[in-house]
T-cell receptor, first 119, second 111 residues
Framework: GAVVSQHPSRVICKSGTSVKIECRSL??????MFWYRQFPKQSLMLMAT?????????EQGVEKDKFLINHASLTLSTLTVTSAHPEDSSFYIC???????????????FGPGTRLTVL | DAKTTQPPSMDCAEGRAANLPCNHS???????VYWYRQIHSQGPQYIIH???NNETNEMASLIITEDRKSSTLILPHATLRDTAVYYC????????????FGKGTRLSVIA
């Protein structure tokens, strides 16, 4: 199946700093990527839909100025947590849509996740 | 996408079959039933999906009732590595629709 990578896998930062997380589709081109956040013992919550070459679509309650998403190429989307605070500490997961598999196939592949800890 | 209901947790003895139920009574005709699992601190992993017919692959079997209001994921011979949270998702695979995760079932495989 298709492979999605994330970098870094783990990051610790000080409160007030910004952190960038990368999501890459390694063997396919993804016009659409999705960003999720997961707090301990909770399910994945969709944050935003990232579209190559256009603005991301954010879910209700997600601050677009705090969580900057850039999908500048067909294989890379980045999520930047700006002015991070301890409450932003979470597990961030991206998924990429493989459009050639659309139509009843498993077309979404998930990255391994990034654990963000804000001190 | 259809709302799904799953038991919060289940135990299974190692080597036995694990049967994970899912109710999706509001599923529409063009929505597939997808199953993913998430092992601790990892990204979700695709298991299997189906529309009407029962499906089987190297990981699991999916049994969908004739009225499509419920389904069962079967892991035929559970191992300790199958301990994970299992998510059942009703999904209309079209356009740029994201997967929406419910709370899932936490399966604990016990030696």
């Amino acid at each position: 199946g298709a492979v999605v990578s994330q970098h870094p896998s783990r990051v610790i930062c000080k409160s007030g700093t910004s952190v960038k997380i990368e999501c890459r589709s390694l063997d396919f081109q993804a016009t659409t990527m999705f960003w999720y956040r997961q707090f301990p013992k909770q399910s994945l919550m969709l944050m935003a839909t990232s579209n190559e070459g256009s603005k991301a679509t954010y879910e209700q309650g997600v601050e677009k100025d705090k969580f900057l998403i850039n999908h500048a190429s067909l294989t890379l989307s980045t999520l930047t947590v700006t002015s991070a605070h301890p409450e932003d500490s979470s597990f961030y997961i991206c998924s990429a849509r493989e459009p050639r598999l659309a139509g009843g196939q498993n077309e979404q592949f998930f990255g391994p996740g990034t654990r963000l800890t804000v001190l | 996408d259809a709302k799904t209901t799953q038991p919060p947790s289940m135990d299974c003895a190692e080597g036995r079959a694990a049967n994970l139920p899912c109710n999706h009574s509001t599923i529409s005709g063009n929505e597939y039933v997808y199953w993913y699992r998430q092992i601790h601190s990892q990204g979700p992993q695709y298991i299997i999906h189906g529309l009407k017919n029962n499906e089987t692959n190297e990981m699991a079997s999916l049994i969908i009732t004739e009225d499509r209001k419920s389904s069962t994921l079967i892991l035929p011979h559970a191992t300790l590595r199958d301990t994970a949270v299992y998510y059942c998702i009703g999904y209309r695979n079209s356009g740029n629709t994201p997967l929406v995760f419910g709370k899932g079932t936490r399966l604990s495989v016990i030696a």
